[in-house]
């Protein structure tokens, strides 16, 4: 058979077009296994997230019955992870986190608290207070329980799908089912806008977010003011000032205007300070210059951060550890008062090995802790919190110590540098109780040392 030209172009014509479909079609069949993947994905995550909440109500239920400490212990184990196994779950899910606020919160907190409870309940009974708010969190829990089961039931009759909520999270689309997952969760959320207020020992007790930053002293400062203030305070090392402005303003617990330096052309050649509007506070300072060669040790290094401080009257800080890295040694300080290492009043200081200059400056930790403490006088003495130790280690060094505690409190300890084998560990021990409060390893590395 001689095939004509026109016979050849609509064999090809049909065997591209043959193609075509076929790719379409597994195409398809692809993106449909893959939604189905992402659907049973989240349909699982919320599926986990709603039985972990059952369990947290039932847990706080079996809490309240409860006259067993060992039997309390338990309970409170588990109710801390499943309230941490649920926020979690609720996390992946594609909605809104500003809806799911107030929700993930108090399922945090409830693992938080339960954490606290397990931990005070092994040294003195629960109070009338404890026993009250066990009682409002377990009728939140019934409540978020049963928002989650109805939440469960729109799904199932199709209200929205997971994978149509994801791949339009973040589109203006009023309505919908980004709409409907939404006032589904937001109106769960909404049950959750008074909480209980929860005053314990823990990192997201509601204190905490109240604690005002203690070491921020002195008048509100201008924008002009900043500029000077960053302007005194940056180590230039000789380069060439070409300009300074307000980049714009932090918000947070330590509200500040962010001071711009430009020092080069490239656009990266800029020395970024963020002041504090109340007293005129640096609390960070960055210079993101490369360096090449690392000329100077670490102990000329550390002068320099030392030299660095002293220099803007931050005296009586005591360098603590050091990283190396880069060619950038980091430096971190602790206050000292009356001897004693005070530990939250931290300072970080990076010094650049090439010329010694200063690049980077943080002290976040230091102006939120910073005041005068009174401090209490030991009840252990040094003697009786060795006796503490165990007799395996050897005793390298000794000194007193306020470390923090998880719930931003803080407690007086002995330090005891130990020694074990060819390990090296860190003991803290608290000089009012005697009871043991932390251990680090330090790990030894090249770039310094780690604490683990």
């Known amino acids: 058979m001689k095939w004509t030209r026109q016979t050849i172009a609509v064999v090809a014509l049909a065997v591209f077009w043959g193609a075509t479909a076929l790719w379409g079609i597994g195409h398809l069949r692809g993106r449909r296994q893959a939604e189905a993947l992402l659907q049973n994905k989240y349909s699982r995550a919320f599926y986990e997230c709603l039985q972990r909440t059952k369990n947290v109500e039932v847990l706080l239920s ?171 305070f940056i180590d230039l090392a000789g380069a060439r000032l070409r300009g300074v402005r307000i980049a714009g303003q932090i918000r947070g617990k330590i509200p500040a205007y962010s001071v711009e330096f430009r020092i080069g052309d490239k656009p990266w050649e800029i020395i970024s300070v963020d002041v504090s509007k109340k007293g005129g506070h640096v609390v960070y300072m960055i210079n993101p210059r490369a360096v090449p060669e690392g000329k100077l040790k670490d102990v000329e290094g550390r002068a320099r951060a030392e030299e660095f401080l002293a220099a803007r009257g931050l005296t009586g800080m005591v360098s603590t550890y050091t990283l190396r890295e880069q060619n950038i040694l980091t430096v971190s300080f602790a206050y000292q008062q009356d001897g004693v290492i005070i530990y939250p009043d931290l300072i970080k200081v990076q010094v650049a090995l090439d010329n010694g200059q200063v690049l980077g400056y943080d002290a976040l930790g230091f102006l939120t802790s910073h005041y005068r403490r009174t401090l209490p006088a030991p009840r252990v003495t040094l003697e009786e919190a060795r006796a503490k130790l165990s007799p395996r280690v050897k005793v390298l060094g000794e000194r007193l110590a306020v470390v923090p505690t998880s719930g931003q409190s803080e407690v007086l300890t002995y330090e005891f540098k130990t020694k074990l084998n060819e390990d090296i560990f860190l003991v803290y021990v608290n000089a009012l109780t005697g009871d043991e409060e932390h251990i680090f390893k330090l790990l030894t590395v090249p770039t310094g040392t780690l604490t683990l």
């Open 62 to 232: 079996k809490g309240l019955v409860s006259a067993s400490p060992e039997q309390m212990d338990t309970i409170f184990s588990d109710l801390w992870y499943n309230a941490n196994s649920a926020q979690e779950n609720l996390n992946q899910l594609p909605v809104s986190h500003n809806v799911l606020a107030s929700t993930s919160k108090f399922l945090t907190q409830v693992g938080d608290y339960a954490f606290a409870l397990a931990k005070r309940n092994r040294t003195e009974p629960l109070k009338e207070e404890d026993w009250k708010t066990m009682e409002q969190l377990y009728g939140k829990a019934g409540v978020l329980t049963r928002e989650l089961a109805a939440i469960e039931r729109e799904a199932a009759t199709g209200r929205f799908r997971w994978t149509e909520v994801k791949s339009r999270l973040g589109r203006q689309l009023p309505e919908g089912p980004v709409a409907a997952a939404d006032r589904s969760f937001r109106r769960v959320d909404t049950q959750f806008q008074e909480l209980p207020v929860l005053i314990y020992d823990g990192p997201f007790s509601d204190h905490i977010e109240r604690v005002e930053p203690r070491g921020l002293t002195g008048n509100a400062v201008t924008e002009d003011q900043a500029k000077e203030i960053a302007r005194r």
